[in-house]
């Protein structure tokens, strides 16, 4: 199992290119199962989430060309891939594909408008919090399937003549529900408004896909989104929106270390929120012609309070990377999550590195120490695992973190995007 080895205390000086937005590809991608025709992604990441979903999406008879070829490219950042979906060969998504990745469930919105019927494993539970899918069942009922759970897994059958437009209002706000019932609604007879629903640029980002492929959203990035059913949709070329959250990752690492980095192909106004915060943190932040270039000032790391909530609030996965630079903070501050309840895995990891966090509820207080010393950690899920390089960049010594499949999940070539700004980080093979 591959492990990163940190020497920290380095300034990190350089560019850094952001990439296409995991959370916004995967959902892409599953909208191929919409057409029969090929849907074409730009700037695609190369990550394992990514190539796992390749995988439940072949299932399903996806047919998948990475840059015109048909096989994987290994190398080079964000790629453009082709996903044509002739025929649907499977409606079923079994549990050996599902429990690997949470967001495979969400296949049963374009199954279920396709093909009138899925049938999808429940995902189970996960690192961060139990993630029921009530939500995504009680909107596909409102659209008038019939759900039934059975052996662990959701049957999902449309009514005859397809699933029919209705009004629906989450009780919460989900943003993979929200995905999903946009996309089933795509193909429904008459109109669909949801309301409350989540707000986030992958969801604009769907939407826009959606629209390029015939369908007639509108709405989306505001609470009420409304989806006009249309009979068929077709192919489409689209760009995947800059991965926020790896824009926030990096600018909070420079604020972490020090040093100055310019953050390439990114837009702030899809971390505006974060991006305020950080500037109280100390990070000085300019949007330049090629993304945002973040510079930390001098005055040290100054303690900000941040509460996570849905979009445009503070995102729930930047919790963690926030944490580890409060860690380093000349105050005490309070990090409450609210999205998800068990959230909280990289407190005792960075407490290894010397941090003071104690834990109350859903709220974290973090002491500000001097210094931090390098240590053996591992995480349990790949914003918590990144937090921990964050920690360790600045940390004293050498710092070990282990089980680094869950940064391959989410983060593109990061030991490389570090080592080009003049971080010591080194991935180890056994
Ligand atoms: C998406 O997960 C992201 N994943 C998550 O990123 C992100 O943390 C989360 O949104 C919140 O921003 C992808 O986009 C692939 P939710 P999702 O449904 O859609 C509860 C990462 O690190 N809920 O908005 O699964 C749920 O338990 C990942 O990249 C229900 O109660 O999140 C949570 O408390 C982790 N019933 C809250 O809603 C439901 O049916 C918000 O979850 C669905 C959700």
Known sequence: MDRIKISGGNELRGIIPISGAKNAALPLMIASLLTSDTLTLENVPHLADVEGLMRILGNHGVDIAVNG???RQEDGYSRTIHFTCRTIADT????????KMRASF?????LLAREGRARVSLPGGCAIGTRPVDLFLEGLAALGAEIEIDGGYVNATAPKGGLIGNHYRFPKVSVGATHVMMMAATLANGTTVIENAAREPEVVDLANCLNAMGAKVSGAGSKTITIEGVTSLSGARHRVLPDR???????????????DVTLEGTDGALLENALDTLRQAGAEITET?????????GNGIQPVDVVTEPFPGFPTDLQAQFMALMTRSSGVSHITETIFENRFMHVQELARL??????SGQMARVEGVSRLKGAPVMA?????SVSLVIAGLAAEGETIVNRVY????GFERLEEKLTRCGAVVQRVSE
């Open 354 to 359: 010397g941090a003071r966090i104690s834990l």
């Open 380 to 384: 349990t899920d790949l914003r918590a």
């Open 69 to 71: 070829r048909r096989e």
């Open 245 to 259: 959250i790896e824009t926030g990752t990096y600018a909070m690492a420079v604020a972490m270390t020090g040093g």
């Open 106 to 110: 969400w296949v049963i919105g374009p």
């Open 92 to 99: 079923t998504a079994p549990y050996e594909l599902v429990s």
């Open 289 to 297: 012609p090629s993304g945002l270039r973040v510079v930390r000032n």
């Open 406 to 409: 869950h940064l391959d999940r």
